[in-house]
């Protein structure tokens, strides 16, 4: 290592004298920001072939195993479907009033309520019944695997490792070799759910059985008991609260794949209201279909929530069964009688006003709404994308863009590194020469071996030579494969949500930690946020903005920003008290203990928080991709359509690859934190 520089600065160093060579020598050397096109290999068509020769040999197995499941979910289609409304709210209600007493009893006859004003109901009971059959069989092959990562610890880094990768890997991609596969219908969204989510099941088992205490297995073992006695009858057991845990993200994650599966399941279910009366652009329709689907995901998350609770409160059984009593027999009274639910639809005066009063309101305001969709385009995403030499134009800003004005930023921009370095900050001075050399150029116009090597050196310094080989190496597979444009501009507008997450995300975060009157009104927003599948975050964003890039850069935001917003806060106010008795007892302000105590204490939980905003941030651009992203999205969306294996597979593997890549490296920059820390 050169003499006086550090680790970081050093590899800031090297990106920076790549990047510099590359641009320098642009004009002469084109292949070097290009890449050659003789030199991509037809990586797709290689994973088509593969991938077809596989599923046709596993076809026939998986076309027996749909037409298994079709039974189970027919039955529970038709149970559903058959049992009188007021019974359905009964049950739900009496098992509200067993898990949480009066509150969640309210919860669930006002949302079921909601459901049936809708006109709903039906469609609602399709989707229920896709997640009835398909989160046993989720459960099922999750706690399998967290048992067998459990029992055989050399399997257990192998099993993380693919559960890390069906967690990265695009929920559309899950969706193209199961339509080869299993057909087109409904099976295909009840398959794909439990695929999506075994993996949050298994990580729970799995994190429940290792967190046992050892005296317990101690316990069982002196007791003479066999290993599936230990197993079953005191180490499951013991870890039932984190297994249940696992049980409420298993339920939420089927229902959000469910909806997404409507894209190719053509069944008559809510999922399906909504792709369709988005298609239509009927938003009142669609905004009412979404708000379905979200009473039903916190119903949902609500009630199984509760159950993870070590200290639930018992509520008295009598009034459960009372409320079920209440509704068998007024089911028995009125069965004759009984309305259609579909009759009910007392909310189509509501969606007819929301949609005159949506296309009122865009008519009356389309000049401001427009200001700001272009304002934002042209003065931020933009340039980003393909830089100020490119995005400056008299169309745009008014001016053109000229070679004296890019002399004139980076001269700024030495100028700024300069200073920061004389006071000692080197790394931060060589990262805004790169920052301006980034935003002169353009994300999806960086030479391509300036990001092979400014990942390498992330990467190292995040978590070492590990970590820089295994990221050259897998950006190496998208380069050659043709979709390196693609994966920049997936990389671009993810990274520019991701930004804004972390810069209003963070922002609340620090509100929040300050006052609680702030955080008491920002968290069951949060809640809310949290809990509302993917495809719900499309509807609003479209209402106003239409469809486009800045629509979807809304969209990934109102998804991502949670998880920033909840770490943030929470690090800042999880500091020890000593840390802070010791801070005021120096005669530290309150603005000097947040800055220099609290803030570099919570900086791990911060960065997991944005590690979260990143996977969260990926796994919303394909769904964005619906309406109007231009990346890899968009080919996984292409590939679905005409059924192209080899393209969603490789358009999905590449996605993947930055998320995990990005994941990682985030995940060591907090351990290294910790570390610090001592933590």
């Known amino acids: 290592m050169m003499a006086g520089l550090s680790k970081g600065s050093l590899a800031a160093l090297v990106a920076l004298a790549v990047g510099a060579f590359c641009l320098l020598l642009e004009t002469t050397l084109p292949w070097l920001v290009i890449f050659p096109e003789s030199l991509v290999l037809p990586a797709t068509e290689w994973v088509g072939a593969i991938m077809e020769w596989l599923l046709q040999l596993i076809k026939p197995t998986a076309r027996a195993f749909s037409a298994l499941m079709y039974y189970p979910m027919e039955a529970t289609n038709l149970v559903l479907g058959s049992t009188p409304w007021i019974l359905v709210i009964a049950v739900v209600t009496a098992i509200g009033w067993m898990l949480g007493g009066a509150p969640m009893a309210l919860m669930a006859v006002v949302g079921l309520s909601f459901v049936l004003a809708s006109g709903y109901w039906h469609e609602s009971m399709n989707t229920l019944s896709l997640v009835a059959v398909s989160v046993p069989l989720a459960l099922i092959i999750g706690g399998g695997i ?270 700024a590194g300069l200073v920061l370095a004389l006071r000692g900050q080197v790394t931060w001075g060589i990262m805004i020469l790169i920052f301006v050399g980034m935003l002169e150029t353009g994300i999806t116009n960086l030479p391509w071996p300036f990001v092979l090597v400014g990942a390498a050196a992330l990467g190292w310094v995040s978590s070492g030579r590990g970590l820089a080989i295994l990221s050259v190496g897998l950006l190496l597979t998208i380069l050659l494969s043709g979709l390196w444009d693609r994966a920049m501009l997936s990389l671009y507008l993810s990274g520019a949500a991701v930004f804004a997450c972390a810069l209003a995300g963070g922002g609340i975060g620090l509100l929040c930690a300050v006052s609680p009157l702030a955080w008491k009104i920002t968290r069951p927003i949060c809640d809310m946020l949290q809990t509302i599948p993917l495809f719900v975050f499309l509807i609003p964003v479209l209402m106003v903005f239409q469809i486009g890039e800045f629509s979807a850069f809304l969209a990934i935001i109102a998804y991502a920003i949670v998880p920033m917003i909840r770490y943030s806060r929470h690090g800042l106010t999880e500091t020890p008290d000593e840390m802070i008795e010791a801070a005021i007892a120096s005669g530290a302000t309150t603005w000097q203990i947040l800055r220099d105590v609290r803030a570099p204490y919570a900086a791990p939980t911060i960065l997991l928080g944005l590690n979260q905003t990143i996977l969260y941030a990926f796994a919303m651009l394909v769904i964005a991709a619906l309406i109007g992203t231009t990346g890899l999205g968009q080919l996984i969306y292409l590939a679905l359509g005409q059924a192209d294996v080899g393209l969603g597979i490789s358009a999905g593997a590449a996605m993947a690859i930055l998320a995990l890549i990005a994941d990682r490296m985030v995940q060591g920059f907090a351990e290294e934190r910790r570390r610090v820390l001592g933590l």
């Open 146 to 415: 967290g048992v067998l990562a459990n029992e055989y610890p050399r399997f257990r880094k192998p099993v993380q490792a693919m559960l890390d990768i069906m967690q990265t890997v695009p929920t559309f991609a899950y969706l193209t070799p199961l339509l080869v596969l299993f057909g087109f219908g409904p099976v295909v969204g009840l398959i794909a759910s439990a695929i999506y989510a075994a993996p949050p099941m298994a990580r729970n088992v799995l994190l429940g059985l290792e967190r046992v205490e050892p005296e317990i297995k101690e316990a069982a073992i002196m007791a003479g008991g066999t290993r599936l006695q230990q197993l079953f009858q005191v180490e499951i057991p013991s870890a039932a609260t984190q297994i249940l845990v696992g049980v409420n993200q298993c339920l939420m994650a089927a229902l959000s794949m469910v909806i997404i599966a409507a894209v190719i399941g053509g069944f008559d279910d809510i999922g399906w209201e909504v792709l369709l009366t988005m298609r239509k652009a009927q938003f009142g329709p669609a905004l009412l279909a979404g708000l379905v689907i979200v009473v039903f995901a916190v119903i949902i998350d609500r009630m199984s929530g509760t159950l993870a609770q070590d200290s639930r409160r018992r509520y008295d059984p009598r009034m459960a069964w009372a409320i079920l009593g209440a509704g068998i027999v007024a089911s028995a009274a009125l069965w004759s009688s009984l309305p259609d639910p579909s009759s009910f639809a007392m909310l189509d005066g509501a969606v007819d006003a929301v949609d005159a009063g949506l296309t009122a309101f865009t008519s009356s305001n389309w000049q401001w709404l427009a200001a700001v969709k272009n304002n934002a385009l042209f003065y931020g995403l933009l340039p980003l994308r393909i830089g100020l030499d490119q995005a400056v134009l008299p169309f745009t800003w008014g001016f053109q863009w000229t070679t004296q004005m890019s002399l004139g930023l980076f001269a700024a921009g030495a100028v």
